[in-house]
């Protein structure tokens, strides 16, 4: 193409290859942290679904069983173990695996961990209180050290990172009395790890660098919808957004 000049209008080859290399620089710093925020908003999405499913589905079973059924003894309030409170709610659960000792599969390649470096945590804590959903998602019912139904939630199912705080977060029972609309005593929901807790606690239980080992994260997400504690300090209190 010519120009006014007589000259040619465009670009030499060398001049199309910096531009190109340039592109390739910029995208090379961009793109990881435009596929990880990807990741986390579809953890977040999916956390928020499978926090509903389970709500729902303990709902259903309270209908069927009773409001405290969670309970094996209420003046003792010791629970049910966690393979009985699992076979309640599943009926109410779009499941597609039961997971059992034959069912290899279902335990993840890499064994939960919190520490990211070290690769240090728990193995897989039993087969028969286990399940995966037809979305993916493993469910894990066990119980803690006082007794206490909790819940592990692995987003993504057996595939790494199993990474408490990035695929992995925690559940448990509301362990307060309260009142249903018959003035009975009910564990009315399923709660996130520390969410009643106050907010130094909260903080502290989705710390990587805690003894809590970061199980408490799923408080943070679902109620501030974003991963951003993976990527700076946050004042809980005030900040819920890195920059913010």
């Excluded at 579809?42 to 679904?49: C, G, N, R, S």
């Excluded at 069927?64 to 599943?90: H, Q």
């Excluded at 399923?190 to 809590?212: G, H, M, V, Y």
């Amino acid at each position: 193409m010519e120009c006014r000049g007589g000259g040619t209008l465009g670009f030499t080859l060398a001049e199309v290859l910096i531009t190109l290399g340039v592109i390739g620089v910029v995208a090379s710093l961009v793109l990881p942290d435009v596929v990880q925020r990807h990741k986390e908003r579809a953890t977040v999405i999916q956390l928020k679904k499978t926090y509903s499913v389970l709500q729902n589905a303990y709902r259903m079973a309270q209908e069927e069983y009773g409001y405290n059924f969670v309970l094996a003894d209420t003046a003792t309030r010791v629970a049910i173990s966690p393979i009985e409170f699992l076979n309640k709610i599943s009926p109410y659960l779009d499941i597609t695996v039961k997971c059992d000792e034959a069912k290899t599969f279902c335990v993840p390649s890499r064994r939960y961990y919190y520490n990211f470096l070290e690769k240090r945590g728990n193995d897989f804590w039993g087969y028969n209180n286990a399940i995966i959903l037809k979305d993916g998602t493993l469910i894990q019912v066990f119980s803690d050290y006082n007794g206490a139904v909790r819940i592990r939630v692995d987003v993504n199912g057996p595939k790494p990172p199993n990474h408490y705080g990035y695929d992995t977060f925690f559940f448990e029972m509301n362990m307060h009395t309260e009142l249903n609309n018959y003035k009975e005593t009910a564990f009315q929901r399923i709660k996130p790890l520390e969410f009643d807790s106050t907010t130094a606690n909260a903080q502290k239980a989705c710390s990587f660098n805690s003894s809590t080992q970061a199980r408490g994260c799923a408080n943070w997400i679902l109620k501030n919808e974003n991963m951003d504690y993976l990527h700076c300090n946050l004042d809980w209190a005030t900040q819920t957004k890195c920059g913010k």
